[in-house]
């Protein structure tokens, strides 16, 4: 996983997972959904991801906003 250095400003580094890092991605489509753990299984154009997720689960196309590294 990889994190963008940046300088001291208040903005949080971008994030910007590479295949086989662990993270934890929000199932489905909903706001509120539960964040469950993962692998990014490829990287897609447009800032997405697939995830295969530790309980068999996969989805593709999964928006970085709701991807996080696992820590």
Same mark, same amino acid.
């Given at each position: +996983?990889?994190?963008? =250095?940046?300088? &001291?400003? &208040? *903005?949080?580094? *971008?994030? &910007?997972? &590479? ?5 934890? /991605?929000?199932?489905?489509? #909903? #706001?509120? *959904? +539960? ?16 995830? /295969?997720?530790? #309980?068999? #689960?996969? *989805?593709?196309?999964?928006? +970085? =906003?709701?991807?996080?590294?696992? +820590?």
């Amino acid at each position: +996983l990889t994190l963008a =250095s940046g300088s &001291a400003s &208040a *903005e949080p580094a *971008e994030f &910007a997972p &590479a295949v086989g890092d662990r993270v934890e /991605a929000q199932f489905g489509l #909903d #706001d509120d *959904e +539960l964040w469950w753990p993962g692998t990014v299984h490829k990287l897609r154009k447009g800032g997405c991801v697939d995830v /295969a997720y530790d #309980d068999g #689960d996969f *989805e593709k196309r999964k928006p +970085l =906003s709701r991807v996080r590294p696992l +820590l």
